[in-house]
C-alpha cells in the first residue's frame, strides 16, 4: 500500500505518517512531501494509491493538487487533511474529488475511520473479475462462492470472499498460517491452505471473544496469540467440508495447521504452483484489512 503524503507543515508530515504507521496497514510504504508540483512527479512515477493532501499550500491549493491527480491518475484514492471546517468549503473538497475531508487537529481513530474506505477501495483493485477460479476438476479445492457461504456460517458475520490475482512469495507473507488437508482414509496430502497475518485476523473473528486488542497485537507485532490461533483453527476445521475429494465424493480432514515465521524452500516453492492447481482469494469482514489466502490442490 503506498500512500502519499503532501503538506508543507513539516509537522503535520509527521504526524500522519506516524499514524499510518500505527494502523497496519498491509506492505505500508509512505513517501512525504511538502511540494505539491513535487507530489504530482511521485504520482507518475512512484504511483501511489492513496494521496493525502493539505488545503492551503504556496505553489498549489489541494483542490488543483486533486484536479491534476485526478486527470492524469484518475484510479488514485484522494483525501484532504486541512484545517477548513465550515461545511460549503468541505462540500467544495468533496465535490472537487476528495473522498475525505478530515480537519485538524484530529485523533488517530478519525484519520483511521476516514482512510479505511480509502483502503478497502485500493485493495478492491486487485481483485479479478472472474468469479471463479479455473482449476483442475480432479482437486478437492473447494469452489469460492460455497467456501464464502460456508464461513459466513462459521464465522457467524458477511465474509467477502474475491478470487485475486496470483500470489508472490514475499516478505508480506510472513508470518502465516500453514493448514494441511488430507484424505481421512488414505492420510494421503490433498490440498494447503496458506493465510497471511490478516486472513488469520479474519478467520479467528469466529471467537467471540477475539478482541480488538489481540488483532491490534498481532498485526503490529506479528505475534499471534494462542486465542486467535485457537479459533482459526477450528474455522478451518469446520469449513474443510467444502474440499470434497472427486474420487471418494468425501470432505477432506484438516490434518495439521502450523504458524510459520521464518521461510523455507518449500514454502516459497507453493507460491509458485500452477495456476490450474491453486486458488488464490482474498477475504474481508467489514471494518477490517483485507486477508489473502492461497489453496493448493495435490
Same mark, same amino acid.
Given at each position: 500500500?503506498?500512500?502519499?503524503?503532501?503538506?508543507?507543515?513539516?509537522?503535520?508530515? +509527521?504526524?500522519?505518517?506516524?499514524?499510518?504507521?500505527?494502523?497496519?496497514?498491509?506492505?505500508?510504504?509512505?513517501?512525504?512531501?511538502?511540494?505539491?508540483?513535487?507530489a504530482?512527479?511521485?504520482?507518475?512515477?512512484?504511483?501511489?494509491?492513496?494521496?493525502?493532501?493539505?488545503?492551503?499550500?504556496?505553489?498549489?491549493?489541494?483542490?488543483?493538487? %486533486?484536479?491534476?491527480?485526478?486527470?492524469?491518475?484518475?484510479?488514485?484514492?484522494?483525501?484532504?487533511?486541512?484545517?477548513?471546517?465550515?461545511?460549503s468549503?468541505?462540500?467544495?473538497?468533496?465535490?472537487?474529488?476528495?473522498?475525505?475531508?478530515?480537519?485538524?487537529?484530529?485523533?488517530? +481513530?478519525?484519520?483511521?475511520?476516514?482512510?479505511?474506505?480509502?483502503?478497502?477501495?485500493?485493495?478492491?483493485?486487485?481483485?479479478?473479475?472472474?468469479?471463479?477460479?479455473?482449476?483442475?476438476?480432479?482437486?478437492?479445492?473447494?469452489?469460492?462462492?460455497?467456501?464464502?457461504?460456508?464461513?459466513?456460517?462459521?464465522?457467524?458475520?458477511?465474509?467477502?470472499?474475491?478470487? %485475486?490475482q496470483?500470489?508472490?512469495?514475499?516478505?508480506?507473507?510472513?508470518?502465516?498460517?500453514? $493448514?494441511?488437508?488430507?484424505?481421512?482414509?488414505?492420510?494421503?496430502?490433498?490440498?494447503? $491452505?496458506?493465510?497471511?497475518?490478516?486472513a488469520?485476523?479474519?478467520?479467528?473473528?469466529?471467537?467471540?471473544?477475539?478482541?480488538?486488542?489481540?488483532i491490534?497485537? $498481532?498485526?503490529?507485532?506479528?505475534?499471534?496469540?494462542?486465542?486467535?490461533?485457537?479459533?482459526?483453527?477450528?474455522v478451518?476445521?469446520?469449513?474443510?467440508?467444502?474440499?470434497?475429494?472427486?474420487?471418494?465424493?468425501?470432505?477432506?480432514?484438516?490434518?495439521s495447521?502450523?504458524? %510459520?515465521?521464518?521461510?523455507?524452500?518449500?514454502?516459497?516453492?507453493?507460491?509458485?504452483?500452477?495456476? $490450474?492447481?491453486r486458488?488464490?482469494?482474498?477475504?474481508?469482514?467489514?471494518?477490517?484489512a483485507?486477508?489473502?489466502?492461497?489453496?493448493?490442490?495435490?
Amino acid at each position: 500500500m503506498k500512500i502519499l503524503i503532501v503538506d508543507d507543515s513539516k509537522a503535520t508530515l +509527521e504526524i500522519v505518517r506516524r499514524a499510518l504507521e500505527s494502523f497496519g496497514y498491509r506492505k505500508l510504504s509512505i513517501k512525504k512531501t511538502p511540494c505539491a508540483t513535487q507530489a504530482l512527479e511521485l504520482v507518475a512515477t512512484w504511483q501511489p494509491e492513496i494521496v493525502l493532501t493539505d488545503w492551503y499550500m504556496p505553489e498549489m491549493t489541494g483542490l488543483d493538487l %486533486i484536479a491534476k491527480v485526478k486527470k492524469s491518475a484518475p484510479n488514485v484514492k484522494l483525501g484532504m487533511i486541512t484545517t477548513v471546517d465550515e461545511q460549503s468549503q468541505v462540500d467544495l473538497a468533496l465535490s472537487a474529488g476528495a473522498q475525505f475531508v478530515l480537519s485538524k487537529p484530529f485523533e488517530d +481513530e478519525q484519520l483511521h475511520r476516514a482512510l479505511l474506505p480509502l483502503v478497502q477501495g485500493a485493495e478492491e483493485d486487485e481483485l479479478l473479475i472472474e468469479p471463479e477460479a479455473d482449476v483442475q476438476p480432479e482437486l478437492a479445492l473447494p469452489k469460492l462462492s460455497q467456501l464464502a457461504k460456508l464461513l459466513t456460517k462459521v464465522i457467524g458475520g458477511e465474509v467477502g470472499i474475491h478470487t %485475486i490475482q496470483l500470489q508472490q512469495f514475499d516478505e508480506s507473507k510472513l508470518p502465516c498460517l500453514m $493448514a494441511v488437508y488430507e484424505d481421512a482414509e488414505t492420510q494421503r496430502l490433498k490440498a494447503i $491452505a496458506l493465510l497471511d497475518l490478516y486472513a488469520i485476523c479474519v478467520f479467528s473473528q469466529g471467537n467471540k471473544t477475539v478482541t480488538q486488542a489481540d488483532i491490534h497485537t $498481532a498485526i503490529h507485532n506479528k505475534v499471534v496469540s494462542k486465542r486467535l490461533l485457537d479459533s482459526c483453527h477450528k474455522v478451518l476445521e469446520q469449513s474443510s467440508i467444502a474440499f470434497l475429494d472427486s474420487n471418494s465424493r468425501k470432505s477432506l480432514r484438516l490434518k495439521s495447521v502450523n504458524f %510459520i515465521t521464518k521461510p523455507f524452500e518449500k514454502l516459497k516453492h507453493l507460491y509458485e504452483k500452477d495456476p $490450474a492447481t491453486r486458488l488464490d482469494f482474498s477475504c474481508q469482514i467489514p471494518d477490517t484489512a483485507q486477508g489473502k489466502v492461497t489453496l493448493i490442490g495435490f
